[in-house]
């Protein structure tokens, strides 16, 4: 009687994210409007992430055994993920992959390979095989664990280069990547339980890892679709910035009037629309005080005195100011309302829609409908 296969209702789900995978990568890398080195660096994340958890699937159900697949076929996947999520890190934040880099990166893959068919083509004895096997997955988790480091430290360095407000330089989301890093991170932790359940019980069935790839398929479903969404707005916000920039658009919101009597408030209005420091979504006041070499008390105690908008009030005019503009031209009709946002100075979509309706009345989108655009 022939062998069925194993399903159940956990590989049934993981086999649910795998197909979603393998979906969103053939539909993003054939989608020629966001094509960029970075979406591509993503793409092959997703899609190691994918095949890895589509390769384990297909042990799991008992597929190889079924159908007598060598084992020597096996492709390490594992050792591909986090190599390139490093790279396209790499390129997400503007600094040049060199071929040197790549090559560095894909080296543990290409001895790994060779590791799996030396072992497996001399027929080694079970214990002895789980042995070498062991240490070559423990050496993968360790040689992961490194590049996350090294994600987190090009994280590190490029939020302390770009620290300071530049006009010129759009700023790059960095949490999300934190954020993905820190579940990569759990994913990690499952991964190392796993492998000790796995060979200290001397286990034969697998179950002992659905919760690593479950953990897999939800975090090729959140790597996959923000990344894209974050470089889609990234893409969005410099065609924004050239085109305004090229424009010569220079936003008078604050009235002569409210600057009169203090000369210093007279240089922070000035410096605040000519140098459009209000664009700087993390401008605080301590910021405004080092610039201008007095305290924050007293600076404070200046803006209100001579505004009763105070410093928050003031900068979120300016900022609904610029977004007003840029929604009623027809040239950024074709950019996204968070890209606007993101470019008109405010930190989150959320934050913006929150006191564009406090200043108008009215939601941007509504904003955009009153006026036909």
Not at 215 to 226: A, H, L, R
Not at 330 to 358: C, D, M, P, Q
Request: hydrophobic share 45%.
């Amino acid at each position: 009687m022939e062998e069925s296969l194993n399903y159940n209702f956990f590989n049934t789900l993981i086999f649910s994210g795998i197909i979603y995978g393998l979906i969103f990568s053939i539909f993003t890398l054939i989608n020629v409007k966001i094509a960029s080195r970075p979406r591509t660096f993503l793409i092959l994340t997703v899609l190691c992430l994918t095949l890895s958890n589509l390769q384990y699937w297909l042990i799991d159900v008992g597929f190889r055994e079924k159908y007598h697949v060598p084992k020597i076929v096996y492709i390490q996947f594992e050792l591909l993920i986090v190599p390139f999520f490093y790279l396209f890190l790499q390129s997400y934040l503007q600094k040049i992959v060199t071929k040197r880099i790549i090559n560095l990166a894909l080296l543990p893959f290409v001895l790994g390979m060779t590791y799996q068919f030396f072992v497996y083509s001399i027929e080694l004895p079970r214990p002895l095989l789980r042995q070498y096997n062991l240490i070559a997955e423990i050496a993968t988790i360790f040689y992961s664990l490194l590049l996350i480091f090294l994600i987190f430290y090009e994280i590190y360095r490029y939020e302390k280069a770009n620290n300071n407000f530049d006009f010129k330089k759009i700023g790059i989301s960095t949490k999300w990547l934190k954020y993905s890093m820190y579940a990569t991170i759990g994913i990690f932790v499952f991964w190392i339980l796993s492998t000790q359940l796995f060979y200290a019980e001397d286990a034969k069935q697998l179950e002992v890892y659905y919760p690593l790839w479950i953990s897999i398929s939800i975090i090729i479903y959140w790597i996959g679709n923000k990344g894209i969404v974050e470089l889609r707005i990234y893409h969005e916000r410099k065609a924004i910035r050239e085109s305004y920039s090229s424009s010569g658009n220079s936003n008078k919101a604050v009235k002569k009037s409210d600057s009169k009597g203090n000369i210093l408030f007279q240089q922070f209005i000035n410096d605040l629309e000519e140098e459009k420091l209000y664009l700087n979504s993390n401008l605080s006041l301590d910021q405004l005080a080092q610039k201008y070499h007095v305290s924050s008390g007293y600076l404070s105690q200046m803006i209100s005195k001579h505004s009763e908008k105070g410093l928050t009030g003031l900068v979120n005019e300016l900022r609904i100011e610029e977004a007003q503009k840029m929604l009623l031209d027809s040239s950024f009709e074709r950019y996204t309302i968070e890209s606007i946002a993101l470019e008109s100075g405010f930190s989150t979509k959320t934050n913006f829609y929150k006191v564009f309706k406090k200043l108008t009345g009215v939601t941007p989108y509504q904003y955009k409908k009153v006026y036909n655009i």
